[in-house]
């Protein structure tokens, strides 16, 4: 299996940024794609970003797109969701998730592995 742990999360206003970092161990972490997810209070899980194995390849929802960069460096294992002009809408535990083979996918059950998660609150 893969183990990821997130970090970088914490308590902003409205219009700053925050860097999110997802440690990986286990496999190969090339093997895989790569994404992030967050659920708000009282909302289902919700697709934010993916990107492929090398990286040549991203995916954004509607939502975060202009304002969010998912990046990643398989030397050090690790992935990141650059998050900029945060909004209280962006307010939520952010997840880290990897699934093995090529294809970037948008659906949360299609990813196998999950980090713990990593709370991002955006004040107004």
């Known amino acids: 299996q893969v183990q990821l742990v997130e970090s970088g999360g914490g308590l902003v206003q409205a219009g700053d940024s925050l860097r999110l970092s997802c440690a990986a161990s286990g496999r190969t972490f090339s093997s895989y794609v790569m994404g992030w997810f967050r659920q708000a209070p009282e909302k289902e899980r919700e697709f934010v970003a993916a990107?492929?194995?090398?990286?040549?390849?991203?995916n954004y929802a509607d939502s975060v797109k202009g304002r969010f960069t998912i990046s990643r460096d398989n030397a050090k294992d690790t992935v990141y969701l650059h998050m900029n002009s945060l909004q209280p809408d962006d307010t939520a535990i952010y997840y880290c998730a990897a699934r093995p083979g090529p294809a970037i996918v948008s659906a949360a059950n299609d990813y196998n592995y999950w980090g713990q998660g990593t709370q991002v609150t955006v004040s107004s």
């Open positions: 990107i492929s194995r090398y990286g040549g390849n991203t």
